[in-house]
């Protein structure tokens, strides 16, 4: 068992969650706009997409040290986490070079040793990808039987799963298909069947796409042989860490000088302006820039400490996410206090000065909560453009560590694919596609947070 | 007003100040002059002499910020630090560490930086805010979800797809436009059609999403609903009163990212070959000429601070209830 | 939406104006250019940074002062092995031997008894430097623009804004005045150190020159120019008008390599003169930036933001195409001009293009007229055919594009530090360690993958066409190949693991702990390639148990190590001055350690047996007796492994059709006089191939049309009802 910086970080940012979520679920007033977020239909689904995601991203963030061997008393020193361990076969089928998606050969024609020895110039088979087959002509049938049987599985476990939470929830499994009608005709108050649906795509799609990947690569193979699948699984995290870590950053900044600015204005005020003015006029991809460098300074002059490829990759990623926290605080910062200027004059406050509660108490009781909207709004808005932002600082070469999965790193490899011909795009059509998913989940989760807690909103 | 003015000028040295400290900071903690001499002297047979010769020629074999060996106030002035920032105040931008002179580049290149910006802005205006109004007509109807839905999707999508994709579909495929490069005058037309045509494209998902948050906040006011009850049909209740009151944060949002015209756009410019002040700030750091570093971060953040006094002074212009205090 | 109709219809009308004007749509150089005469398009990604002959040292500035300025020497542009013949030069100089007392000694003589080695150069009279204001003199004979005043400067932005220019005939002090520019305070060579070692009394003259220059720095207030031609140096004397003499410590015969170079061709002082005045430095106008020669171009237009643009010199001395070639260039039509007056383009127009993938596109489209592969574009263009030779694609053939390839000068390999305690070190575990990496890093494979097969898996040091490489079963590095089937034969990888036994190792692991071993590589990351790269090396290593721990960092960083000794394993290259195992082997000489002495042997390699004969070698003749010194060279090498020689790349270059006279030459710099544009063809073509298609536009807006009908019938239906 190993913990990264940013592994330990994303679990402790989950409890913290929790626990605000258990605290929030005690108060009528706060819970009463997430109802409405749980009522929205569309916010609903892309939460269900996020939490699949997320899922993924956690098991991604649980590192260990595999044995060498089977019962070797010593340890690989390359870390791999459970998701890893889950997807094994894909992980480790590594072809020669690129090839395409499903296919059953590589890409380019190679020279090719036949059985009896004579040399021809011809596309190699792989060595994993459809490798079981005897008779290539029946690919297409294999590939449509094997996503069948997964269809099946996946449909199993959904038909499965629904009576279990049933029975979880209600401790009976009297009165199930009474009361999943409702649910099916959609007619309760929570889109029920939304989410339902929901889960039966994402259950199927799973299940089709690891039986299939065991057999052929779906999106193909990389310039070294690399399942392209598996590094786009393995973006998510990444993706996740810049958009959640970045929040944990800027999060604390923004709030205590937000609200100190606000509330205390004087010399406070003009020193905390002065500060996120000067910060903010600083073209931002000059700050990455800088950071990245002096952290691989760093490490270049602490070598022992980082003496592996993943502790290193580990640590340029956790200052990407400071640095970009460090860089977009002033935007939410400035927000805050503007509104800590109005709240500051709202009759409440008036009175609670008055009455002498202590500048402390008022804060945290009325100023804090009132604020509450406006981060939840722009962390959950700035989510998606980070993931964005990641792909483009890897094209100047301050993003992620070369050696991260990411999408940016996807994208900016298949930079030059695409001006090969055959165009080679199918790194770019997963990176695509996974960032896509995400990044329009968080988008329109966002939409329906933000229609719940805008108070100018919640009127519609 | 002339006051108000004055005092953010004055205020601006401080910040200025602080943002040249900021960059010397970063930029030293990773190079040292050292660094940047063999960068600038090549790969092969480098020796010491030379590096000691380049950095004493360029001012770089002072210390950084305090000088010992110095009596008195050339204690910080005898320092990289004073010799090397005073000059930005004047705008003064001396010459780049590979002697050319930095305030011709930045004069030259900052045209063709312009001349993508400024159409890029006023088209993506008007085509986002056609699309914002149309949305918000037909607010609460399923086109209006679809197209909010398509805005999304059109954010979602990375810069670097529309440049690629734009190139490959319209430059390699119709061949309608060249792929990449510049001209100067009127032949730069030609060149400019598919960087502000993706410039375009590329801005609607978030512009068009922004515009309409902001007619829905006006369509939901008072007067709207009295020009309503009066009558109005709805296309001059939009094009009126709506559009008309949004111009306010629509005008002060376009300002403040007026002056930051010049600096350019990195992507665009590196894929079109397009000789702009956004690849200048990259290359110089690649490069390690910090001179031209610390002139740009001057520059930029120069014209940020403008571009907010600017915003504060059109809200005075438009809006006759806030005063500047 | 009626904004993005008439927006779409602009940009119609647009292209359609364009497309009355006759020439393809996407043409991205404008009418004017293509006019004048024959134009090639070329291409730079980086401005250069120097185009001073004395400063400029990396291979994109020589692509530019290559073609201005004339070294006394060039490489003969069709014959191989690579030859020297005259350039600005009448003759090719002898060389002659003296001793201590300044006798002339016998050819053969030992190298102990030579104090000093002698080339006279002799040039032809008549050579004239291009025109250009430095030499522009009144009628009376005053230089008219040395001294500018305010007003004189005040219109002048470039160059070319002088009305006046004039010209000189070159002379034998030029050379000398350039050869003293390479040790002057105010220019940094990059080889001063190195001609300082070798020129008689250089070191002097710079001790001298510096004096004066700090005196003069007091005096003059930088009023007027640093005057060089003052002072001697004692090993470089004018002889008379057309010539001079240098003078070598000892015996050097590599000298004659740098003579080929743009650090001695001559410069004029009026040059220097002109662009130290203080108004001209202000306005980017410097010897930097434009160069003053007598070559066959010169530079019009400097523009680095966008574009440079070479001239042909109308001064431009008589020089004619090469009359014979290696056997077959005759065949392939590269004697078609032979005897032809130099040089047949015109203009030549360097573009600034930052990204691979339009540069491809445009050379595809006709706008550029060569273009090399790289490893993303190569499947389409390049295939093998059945017994493995390179061809071109058939789309490539049908466009009428041409290909070229060429074994490099350069070697890449994979250094190991040998100051290490774990796999530097002469002793016989960690050479065993070495040979056994070497055994499993597949280079074969590396060349396969990343550069399409486009390289030679080395074995030794020296590249294909240096003296000294062997072709077939006496070549080979035997410590890690076998020769089978006529043709070397990587070692089984059970061989590899049987050594890591030897050296302590079994299975990867320290023998006494049984931990695994874990080796550290050294390694620059920039480009999105990295990562596959990267990952490539650790399966290697991965071969035998090795765990390959990554230390990726910048390049300066990565250099500071190199620098320090602190890197463990590396990846580098070399890429050859000039043709002669001598600048291999020296990378490997103990003297040139880069900890001890900063020199170029990076992995601090030190075997006195080596030293001992790479210092026979190194000033001997190519014979037999220097191939002999080399093979036991090799030998010595081979088995201690500081390096794992990695791979010579194969240069391949395309290039269209209507380009004609181009035969890969990696040595010679000023090529372009030689080649030959047809640009009527090219036009032709360039019209066929770039037929704009309109459809899709139409579409389009046809598209948006029937999107806009239904809008507008909700949009009445909607009208309606908030009317009633």
């Known amino acids: 068992m190993v913990v990264y910086w940013t592994d330990g970080l994303i679990f402790f940012l989950v409890i913290m969650i929790v626990l605000l979520g258990w605290r929030t679920a005690g108060k009528e007033h706060l819970r009463r706009p997430w109802r409405k977020v749980a009522e929205n239909r569309m916010g609903m689904v892309s939460l269900v997409v996020l939490l699949f995601f997320v899922t993924i991203g956690l098991l991604d963030s649980v590192h260990f040290y595999p044995d060498l061997e089977e019962g070797s008393a010593h340890q690989s020193n390359e870390a791999i986490s459970l998701f890893d361990e889950w997807v094994t076969p894909i992980r480790v089928q590594d072809e020669k070079s690129y090839s395409a998606p499903f296919a059953n050969r590589l890409f380019a024609k190679e020279m090719v040793e036949l059985t009896d020895g004579q040399v021809v110039w011809d596309y190699p088979r792989l060595h994993y990808g459809g490798a079981h087959l005897h008779d290539e002509s029946r690919k297409t049938a294999d590939i449509i039987g094997l996503a069948g049987k997964g269809m099946l599985h996946g449909l199993a476990i959904w038909l499965l799963a629904i009576p279990l939470i049933y029975f979880l929830k209600q401790r009976t499994l009297k009165g199930v298909g009474h009361n999943l009608i409702p649910i099916f005709k959609g007619e309760t108050v929570l889109p029920l069947r939304a989410i339902a649906l929901t889960f039966l795509f994402l259950s199927i799609l799973t299940c089709s796409a690891a039986e299939l990947a065991l057999h052929y690569h779906i999106f193909g193979t990389d310039k070294v042989g690399q399942d392209v699948f598996y590094q786009a699984l393995k973006s998510i995290r990444t993706g996740l860490m810049i958009g959640t870590l970045t929040t944990l950053v800027m999060l604390p900044l923004a709030l205590s000088f937000g609200i100190l600015a606000g509330f205390f204005r004087g010399w406070v005020d003009d020193l905390i302006q002065y500060l996120y003015t000067t910060l903010s006029s600083i073209p931002g991809v000059l700050l990455i820039a800088a950071s990245i460098l002096m952290m691989q300074v760093y490490m270049a002059n602490h070598e022992e400490q980082f003496a592996s490829l993943a502790l290193r990759a580990d640590m340029r990623l956790l200052f990407l996410c400071l640095i970009l926290g460090i860089t977009s605080w002033t935007g939410l910062c400035r927000l805050l206090r503007a509104e800590t200027l109005k709240l500051r004059e709202m009759e409440y406050v008036q009175a609670a000065t008055a009455m002498g509660v202590r500048r402390s108490v008022i804060l945290v009781r009325h100023i804090l909560p009132n604020l509450f909207h406006i981060v939840l709004i722009s962390v959950v808005l700035d989510f998606s453009a980070l993931v964005l932002a990641e792909a483009v600082l890897s094209y100047v070469n301050i993003g992620v560590d070369p050696t991260t999965n990411s999408w940016g790193n996807m994208i900016n490899s298949a930079r030059l694919e695409m001006a090969r011909e055959p165009v080679v795009w199918w790194s770019l059509a997963a990176a695509f596609t996974f960032m896509f998913t995400l990044v329009l989940a968080a988008n329109l989760f966002a939409d329906s947070v933000r229609d719940a807690f805008d108070p100018r909103r919640a009127a519609d | 007003m002339i006051n108000y003015i004055i005092r953010r000028l004055l205020y601006m040295i401080p910040l200025l100040l602080g943002v040249n400290l900021i960059t010397f900071v970063l930029f030293f903690v990773v190079n040292s002059p050292d660094d940047m001499a063999r960068m600038h002297l090549g790969q092969k047979y480098v020796t010491e002499e030379a590096v000691s010769k380049w950095k004493s020629e360029r001012g770089y074999d002072l210390p950084l910020f305090w000088n010992d060996e110095q009596e008195g106030i050339e204690k910080v002035e005898e320092t990289i630090f004073f010799e090397k920032s005073v000059g930005l105040f004047f705008l003064n931008f001396g010459r780049s560490d590979n002697g050319r002179d930095i305030a011709a580049d930045i004069g030259q290149r900052m045209w063709p930086s312009l001349a993508i910006a400024l159409p890029s802005l006023i088209v993506g205006l008007l085509v986002n805010i056609s699309f914002a109004l149309l949305m918000v007509f037909f607010r609460a109807s399923r086109l209006a979800l679809w197209g909010v839905t398509l805005c999304v999707a059109l954010m979602s999508i990375s810069g670097l797809f529309y440049i690629i994709g734009g190139q490959f579909l319209v430059g390699k495929l119709l061949m309608l436009v060249p792929i990449s490069g510049y001209d100067t005058g009127l032949a730069a037309i030609k060149f400019l059609i598919l960087p502000v045509l993706i410039g375009v494209v590329g801005g609607i998902g978030s512009g068009a999403r922004w515009y309409r948050t902001l007619f829905l906040e006006e369509i939901e006011k008072d007067y709207v609903r009295t020009a309503r009850a009066k009558g109005l049909s709805e296309t001059r209740v939009l094009f009126t009163h709506v559009l008309q009151n949004a111009m306010i944060p629509i005008l002060t949002g376009v300002v403040v990212i007026l002056p930051l015209l010049f600096m350019g756009s990195l992507l665009t410019e590196s894929f079109f070959s397009i000789p702009g002040l956004g690849s200048y700030t990259i290359d110089a750091i690649n490069m390690q000429d910090f001179a031209i570093v610390r002139s740009m971060v001057f520059l930029g953040s120069l014209l940020y601070i403008f571009g907010l006094l600017l915003t504060d002074i059109s809200y005075t212009l438009v809006d006759p209830r806030v005063r500047l205090s | 939406m009626i904004k993005r109709i008439l927006l779409a219809m602009g940009l119609g009308v647009t292209v359609l104006l364009a497309a009355c004007s006759g020439e393809p749509l996407n043409n991205p150089y404008s009418g004017e250019n293509q006019s004048a005469g024959e134009t090639l398009y070329n291409s730079f990604s980086e401005r250069p940074k120097h185009l001073d002959p004395a400063r400029a040292y990396s291979s994109n500035e020589y692509a530019i002062i290559g073609q201005i300025y004339e070294p006394p020497l060039q490489y003969h542009y069709l014959k191989r092995p690579y030859q020297l013949e005259s350039l600005s030069a009448k003759e090719l100089p002898v060389v002659r031997y003296m001793d201590k007392r300044g006798k002339e000694l016998p050819k053969e003589a030992a190298e102990e008894l030579i104090a000093w080695s002698e080339y006279e150069i002799s040039i032809t009279p008549g050579t004239q430097f291009q025109p250009h204001p430095a030499f522009a003199r009144s009628n009376s004979g005053k230089l008219l623009y040395h001294k500018l005043s305010a007003e004189q400067l005040e219109p002048i932005s470039q160059l070319s804004d002088f009305e006046e220019a004039g010209s000189r005939e070159l002379i034998a002090e030029d050379f000398v005045y350039q050869i003293k520019r390479l040790v002057s305070p105010l220019t940094h060579s990059p080889i001063s150190e190195l001609m300082k070692q070798h020129i008689l009394g250089l070191s002097d003259f710079e001790k001298a020159t510096a004096k004066r220059y700090q005196q003069w720095l007091k005096e003059s207030g930088k009023k007027h120019f640093f005057d060089l031609r003052q002072g001697e140096i004692a090993g470089v004397k004018v002889i008379d008008r057309y010539h001079y003499r240098i003078r070598i ?476």
């Open chain 3, 249 to 724: 410590r000892g015996k050097y015969p590599q000298f004659i390599y740098w003579l080929a170079m743009p650090f001695f061709a001559p410069m004029a002082w009026e040059a220097d003169s002109f662009y130290a005045q203080q108004g001209l430095i202000d306005k980017n106008i410097t010897l930097d930036w434009y160069p003053v020669g007598t070559g066959p171009y010169l530079l019009a237009e400097n523009n680095p933001n966008r574009r440079m643009i070479l001239e042909r010199n109308p001064l431009f001395h008589d020089a004619a195409y090469p009359l014979e070639g290696e056997p077959g260039d005759k065949e392939k039509g590269l004697l078609n001009d032979a005897g032809k007056k130099l040089p047949f383009i015109d203009r030549v127009v360097y573009i600034l293009e930052k990204e691979s993938i339009p540069y491809w596109s445009k050379f595809l489209q006709g706008y550029y007229d060569a273009s090399g592969v790289s490893s993303d574009s190569f499947d389409q263009a390049i295939e093998f055919s059945g017994e493995g030779e390179v061809g071109l694609t058939p789309a490539m053939m049908d466009k009428g594009i041409q290909l070229q390839t060429a074994v490099t000068t350069s070697i890449y390999y994979m250094g190991f530090n040998m100051l290490d305690p774990v796999v530097g070190g002469s002793t016989e575990r960690a050479r065993k360690l070495r040979q056994a990496i070497g055994i499993a890093v597949d280079f074969e494979e590396y060349i396969s993958i990343f550069l399409n097969g486009r390289g030679v898996a080395s074995q030794g040091i020296l590249p294909p066409g240096i003296f000294g490489n062997e072709e077939g079963s006496e070549g080979i590095n035997h410590y890690l190949y076998d020769w089978l089937n006529n043709q070397p034969k990587r070692k089984n990888l059970e061989v590899a693991k049987r050594l890591l036994v030897e050296a302590g190792y079994p299975n990867g692991r320290a023998r006494e702990t049984g931990k695994p071993l874990a080796l550290y590589f050294d390694a620059t990351s920039s480009g999105p390639d990295d990562k596959a790269r990267l990952n490539w090396y650790r399966k290697q290593f991965a071969k035998l148990g090795i765990q390959l721990v990554i230390r990726a960092t910048d390049y300066n960083r990565f250099q500071s190590k190199i620098r320090n000794g602190n890197a463990q394993i590396f990846m580098w290259g070399w890429n050859a001055d000039y043709p002669d195992p001598e600048n291999f082997f020296f990378l490997l000489y103990g003297q040139n350690g880069k900890v001890s002495n900063g020199g170029e042997n990076a992995t601090n390699y030190q075997n006195s047996e080596f030293d001992r004969l790479f210092e026979q070698m190194r000033n001997g003749e190519n014979g037999p007796e220097r191939l002999s010194q080399i093979r036991q060279l090799q030998e010595i090498i081979r088995r201690d492994s500081p390096w794992l020689f990695g791979f010579h790349p194969k240069a391949f270059s395309l290039y269209h059709d209507w380009y004609k006279n181009l035969k890969t030459n990696l040595m010679a710099n000023n090529r372009l006089k030689y080649q030959r544009i047809d640009s009527e063809f090219r036009n032709k073509k360039r019209e066929e191939w770039n037929s704009p298609v309109f459809w899709p536009i139409v579409l389009i807006v046809l598209l948006l049309l029937l999107v806009f009908i239904p809008v507008w019938y909700i949009y009445r239906k909607k009208e309606q009802e908030t009317a009633l």
